[in-house]
């Protein structure tokens, strides 16, 4: 299995910054996987945020989050982030960190094996 623990998150307001951070761990080996971050606001689905290739040259964005967000990771730590600029009540969610072997079940399916349980991040106006 792996595990994926997401902090970072918390109360910002309008306008502000927040990042975010995943740290993937477990017996469970995927080589050179890709990561990403989903969201999921109350009452409504989840959704892809943003997600990179294992060795953090390819990179792809929602809309709604370009030139606000930028996820980065760090191989030698296990670990990914979300940079999040610009904050707006839109962006109010639990967000999730995830895994998995090939980029474009995150990107394309919005697919993957393993979640982490998510943090909260509420922007207020």
């Known amino acids: 299995q792996v595990q994926l623990v997401e902090s970072g998150g918390g109360l910002v307001q309008v306008g502000g910054s927040l990042r975010l951070s995943c740290t993937a761990s477990?017996?469970?080996?995927?080589?050179?996987?890709?990561m990403g971050w989903f969201r999921q606001a109350p009452g409504q689905e989840r959704e892809f945020v943003a997600a990179?290739?294992?060795?953090?040259?390819?990179?792809y964005y929602a809309d709604s989050v370009k030139g606000r967000f930028t996820i980065s990771r760090d191989n030698e730590k296990n670990m990914i982030y979300l940079q999040m600029n610009s904050l707006s009540p839109e962006d109010t969610a639990l967000y999730y960190c995830?895994?998995?072997?090939?980029?474009?079940?995150?990107?394309?399916?919005?697919?993957?094996?393993?979640w982490g349980q998510g943090t909260q991040v509420t922007v207020s106006s």
């Open positions: 990179i290739n294992w060795n953090g040259v390819t990179k």
């Open positions: 477990g017996r469970t080996f995927i080589s050179r996987p890709a």
């Open positions: 995830t895994i998995d072997k090939l980029l474009r079940r995150l990107v394309v399916s919005h697919e993957s094996d393993y």
